[in-house]
């Protein structure tokens, strides 16, 4: 949808890089579905959760050289919003790579 927004000229470039990111954070609704669960589930759904607000925070700080660089590449509006969701997914996966055992053990602690 926000591909098609972006190129019908509704949405800017700009505008659809926040989009994306707030995206991350909105699809974590599991967390309220793992409130009946068991220890797993609940491990699974505050992964994910922190997963996507730990990306965005770390990303932030970086949105307007992100989406510079992105609406430098000679591709068009939709296009650059769907590299940039690509990018952004990316990105945050290689820097949990990098960090995954302590994030598993944060996960350990706040769900025993």
């Known amino acids: 949808m926000l591909v098609s927004f972006v190129d019908a000229g509704i949405l800017s470039f700009t505008n659809s890089v926040g989009i994306?990111?707030?995206s991350n954070i909105g699809t974590t609704?599991?967390?309220i579905a793992s409130t009946v669960t068991?220890?797993?589930c609940k491990r699974v759904a505050i992964t994910h959760f922190l997963f996507n607000l730990f990306g965005v925070i770390i990303f932030l700080p970086f949105i307007k050289?992100?989406?510079n660089f992105i609406s430098h590449i000679?591709?068009?509006l939709a296009e650059q919003?769907?590299?940039s969701h690509l990018i952004f997914n990316i990105i945050i996966a290689l820097i949990f790579i990098?960090?995954?055992k302590p994030f598993t053990n944060?996960?350990?602690k706040i769900i025993k």
């Open 106 to 108: 944060l996960i350990y």
């Open 65 to 67: 050289i992100f989406s």
């Open 81 to 83: 919003v769907a590299v």
């Open 20 to 22: 994306i990111i707030g």
């Open 74 to 76: 000679n591709i068009g």
């Open 98 to 100: 990098i960090i995954i």
């Open 38 to 40: 068991g220890k797993q």
């Open 29 to 31: 609704t599991a967390l």
